[in-house]
């Protein structure tokens, strides 16, 4: 079954960084396009990054573009979520999704807590 295990989440000041971890399995994860999503208390989930399988190209929300940058280990099975320059109100919890036959899956999500 498809499976999506985050991690890499943490409490961390305004300006540092955290790299996120998504291993996939379950799956064929060299073909499938692979997202990063966040939620905020309060708020919608909301779609931070993408990145297509054969050509790799990348999608960021206005967001966080410059300051993310999302990449993939095919031989891995894991997409990273790399966050610099973190402000408070990038605390969230992130997951990361993947469709497969149709279907939308989710991890368990790891929250990220960026405050001083």
């Known amino acids: 079954q498809v499976q999506l295990v985050e991690s890499g989440g943490g409490l961390v000041q305004p300006g540092e960084s955290l790299r996120l971890s998504c291993v996939a399995s379950?799956?064929?994860?060299?073909?499938?396009?692979m997202r990063w999503y966040r939620q905020a208390p309060g708020k919608e989930r909301e779609l931070v990054a993408r990145i297509f399988s054969a050509t790799g190209s990348t999608y960021y929300a206005d967001a966080v573009k410059g300051r993310f940058t999302i990449s993939r280990d095919n031989v891995k099975n894991t997409v990273y979520l790399q966050m610099n320059s973190l402000k408070p109100e990038d605390t969230a919890v992130y997951y990361c999704?993947?469709?497969?036959?149709?279907?939308?899956?989710w991890g368990q999500g790891t929250q990220v807590t960026v405050s001083s």
């Open positions: 379950g799956f064929t994860f060299s073909s499938s396009i």
């Open positions: 999704n993947t469709a497969y036959l149709g279907f939308n899956y």
